[in-house]
């Protein structure tokens, strides 16, 4: 009898761990809240867990107009993919939807800003523009590496624990009823 009571007690204890282990947003790139110079090739989101196949991401403009992006590719706790055109320069937001370890679908958004500088209407000699073009690019880059570990993670799931507790009364229900009948 005391055995059946410590295990569903162990029970009690685990389940709630279990479904309050939601997967979340690590890293991106670009950072949420960056204003990055250049349009960015790729948008990579990395999570605290692996996630599915399934899960995928989509860039919005400030109009909430979907940006081309090619179909995001999943490789452990990173999902990443291309912007197919330039983005011009704007607010943009990246809404994500993955399913994480625990089987559970997690949204998130975050944004990022592209203020790439005006083009010069002067007419310079295509080989003397284009090594500027090359350094500018340098510099954005080291500019978002400089902000790739910032925490970009809204999480719709964290607040939502009512299962946990739905499953974790009814065990501890069923080990009351149990206790009680062998006791009689």
């Given amino acids: 009898m005391k055995r059946i009571l410590l295990i569903c007690l162990a029970a009690l204890w685990l389940v709630p761990g279990i479904a309050m282990a939601h997967s979340k947003l690590e890293s991106a790139v670009p950072s949420q809240d960056v204003s990055i110079a250049a349009s960015p090739e790729r948008i990579e989101l990395t999570f605290n867990t692996k996630i599915e196949k399934l899960s995928n991401f989509k860039v919005l403009n400030a109009a909430g107009e979907v940006m081309d992006t090619e179909r995001a590719e999943v490789n452990g706790e990173t999902m990443s993919g291309a912007i197919a ?3 011009p320069n ?3 937001t990246v809404k994500w939807t993955i399913i994480g370890a625990d089987g ?4 998130g958004n975050y ?3 592209v203020n790439a500088p005006a083009p010069t209407d002067s007419p310079s000699p295509s080989p003397s523009h284009s090594p500027e073009a090359g350094a500018d690019a340098d510099v954005n880059d080291s500019t978002n590496e400089n902000g790739k570990n910032t925490t970009v993670a809204v999480d719709k799931e ?5 299962p946990a507790f739905i499953i974790g009364a009814i065990i501890a229900a069923a ?6 009948r062998r006791r009689k």
């Fill in 175 to 180: 080990a009351l009823v149990l206790f009680l």
């Fill in 90 to 92: 704007g607010i943009y």
């Fill in 85 to 87: 055109s330039v983005l």
């Fill in 104 to 107: 559970h679908s997690v949204e």
């Fill in 158 to 162: 964290d607040a939502n624990y009512t």
């Fill in 111 to 113: 944004t990022f800003t």
